[in-house]
């Protein structure tokens, strides 16, 4: 078994994004598996880089702005994040707080809602359940008007107007996530349509990215971790489309960790007659030495560390080794930003 540790590593402060770059500055490092090479672009070469026919699958998930501000601190906890805005039973609910509290306090929330913590799952940061009081609207609906973009823990600020543009993707549509796809966060629409008019199309899946996409390895060995479990969909048209382009021999390109998610869940239905949508959960967990069943290449982030994006980008680039001894190297020698809203690789 591969030892959790293994995949750790120290990424300096000022490395790590904290705005993202603007679009036409974001850099983008090109991996070719064949020839084991390295280049050094931008996103917007992507047009002349792929391959008329190749197909982008993205992943439509809109984020909720799930965090809520408490109308007054309780010690050191100033905010709550719901970890699933779709929930309709509003007991034993999972919430982030921003700090620990007693089990027993009632946390106060705009618009007169509170909440009463239960039980501590934990983590880092610390999970607890609880019950909210006071809702008189779906969750979702509720949070769009009252709650802040879930910026991740090592993005340092208060979310700001910037925020609710510039975490969503240009694609999104189905509300549901709690942290944004963030690969698809490069994929502006003029960079699309330029795509388009080179006859690089692009389709879309949805994946309601939830805590467990990022949550760090607490296990000895890659092995032993277990993936939260996400709703996924794909329309009739996404699914067809994908079975068209593979059985033209034309390349599938996921957008993001998620959007390869949702395809290797699903695997060999794109090879059958049935283009009906899909929809379901998705636990898959994707490490050295997975083989893929869909796609020819992989659009996404620099991660975490200890962290199954991170083992599902090894597993594609073909070894821990080869991404985190040689492409992680390079692109800390080259002024790469990292996590959510840094730059991005592409392997082909």
Same mark, same amino acid.
């Given at each position: 078994?591969?030892?959790?540790?293994?995949?750790?590593?120290?990424?300096?402060?000022?490395?790590?994004? %904290?705005?993202?770059?603007?679009?036409?500055? %974001?850099?983008?490092?090109? $991996?070719?598996?064949?020839?084991?090479?390295?280049?050094?672009?931008?996103?917007?070469?992507?047009?002349?880089?792929?391959?008329?026919?190749?197909?982008?699958?993205?992943? /439509?998930?809109?984020?909720?702005?799930? %965090?809520?501000?408490?109308?007054?601190?309780?010690?050191?906890?100033?905010?709550?994040?719901?970890?699933?805005?779709?929930?309709?039973?509003?007991?034993?609910?999972?919430?982030?707080?921003?700090?620990?509290?007693?089990?027993?306090?009632? @946390?106060?929330?705009?618009?007169?809602?509170?909440?009463?913590?239960?039980?501590?799952?934990?983590?880092?940061?610390?999970?607890?359940?609880?019950?909210?009081?006071? +809702?008189?609207?779906?969750?979702?609906?509720?949070?769009?008007?009252?709650?802040?973009?879930?910026?991740?823990?090592?993005?340092?600020?208060?979310?700001?107007?910037?925020?609710?543009?510039?975490?969503?993707?240009?694609?999104? %549509?189905?509300?549901?996530?709690?942290?944004?796809?963030?690969?698809?966060?490069?994929?502006?629409?003029?960079?699309?349509?330029?795509?388009? *008019?080179?006859?690089?199309?692009?389709?879309?899946?949805?994946?309601?990215?939830?805590?467990?996409?990022?949550?760090?390895?607490?296990?000895?060995?890659?092995?032993?971790?277990?993936?939260?479990?996400?709703?996924?969909?794909?329309? *009739?048209?996404?699914?067809?489309?994908?079975? !068209?382009?593979?059985?033209?021999?034309?390349?599938?390109?996921?957008?993001?960790?998620? *959007?390869?998610?949702?395809?290797?869940?699903?695997?060999?239905?794109? /090879?059958?007659? /049935?283009?009906?949508?899909?929809?379901?959960?998705?636990?898959?967990?994707?490490?050295?030495?997975? !083989?893929?069943?869909?796609?020819?290449?992989?659009?996404?982030?620099?991660? $975490?560390?200890?962290?199954?994006?991170?083992?599902?980008? *090894?597993?594609?680039?073909?070894?821990?080794?080869? @991404?985190?001894?040689?492409?992680?190297?390079?692109?800390?020698?080259?002024?790469?930003?990292? $996590?959510?809203?840094?730059?991005?690789? +592409?392997?082909?």
């Amino acid at each position: 078994m591969a030892s959790a540790a293994s995949y750790d590593f120290v990424i300096p402060k000022e490395r790590i994004a %904290q705005r993202p770059r603007a679009f036409g500055g %974001q850099k983008l490092l090109v $991996y070719r598996k064949e020839t084991q090479t390295i280049d050094h672009t931008t996103f917007e070469a992507l047009p002349s880089l792929l391959q008329p026919g190749d197909l982008l699958v993205l992943n /439509d998930t809109r984020v909720v702005p799930a %965090q809520v501000r408490l109308t007054s601190a309780v010690g050191d906890c100033s905010s709550l994040l719901f970890l699933d805005p779709l929930r309709a039973d509003v007991s034993s609910m999972e919430v982030l707080l921003s700090a620990p509290v007693a089990l027993g306090t009632t @946390l106060s929330l705009p618009g007169g809602l509170s909440f009463h913590v239960e039980t501590l799952v934990g983590g880092v940061p610390v999970v607890h359940t609880g019950s909210l009081h006071g +809702l008189a609207e779906p969750l979702h609906e509720y949070l769009a008007r009252i709650g802040e973009m879930p910026l991740p823990p090592y993005v340092e600020r208060v979310p700001d107007k910037e925020d609710e543009a510039a975490y969503q993707t240009s694609v999104a %549509q189905a509300p549901g996530a709690i942290a944004a796809p963030t690969a698809g966060l490069h994929f502006y629409p003029a960079l699309l349509e330029r795509l388009n *008019a080179a006859g690089i199309q692009h389709v879309c899946v949805t994946l309601h990215v939830g805590y467990g996409t990022f949550r760090s390895f607490s296990t000895e060995f890659v092995e032993q971790h277990r993936m939260d479990r996400e709703r996924y969909a794909v329309s *009739a048209a996404t699914r067809a489309a994908i079975r !068209q382009a593979r059985g033209d021999g034309r390349r599938v390109i996921a957008v993001g960790t998620t *959007a390869t998610r949702v395809l290797e869940t699903i695997g060999t239905a794109f /090879d059958e007659d /049935d283009t009906s949508p899909l929809e379901g959960e998705s636990g898959i967990f994707i490490y050295p030495p997975y !083989q893929f069943k869909v796609l020819n290449g992989l659009f996404t982030n620099f991660h $975490y560390p200890k962290t199954s994006v991170l083992t599902l980008t *090894a597993a594609f680039v073909g070894s821990r080794e080869a @991404l985190l001894d040689r492409i992680y190297k390079e692109a800390m020698a080259t002024d790469y930003l990292w $996590y959510s809203y840094g730059d991005g690789m +592409l392997v082909l």
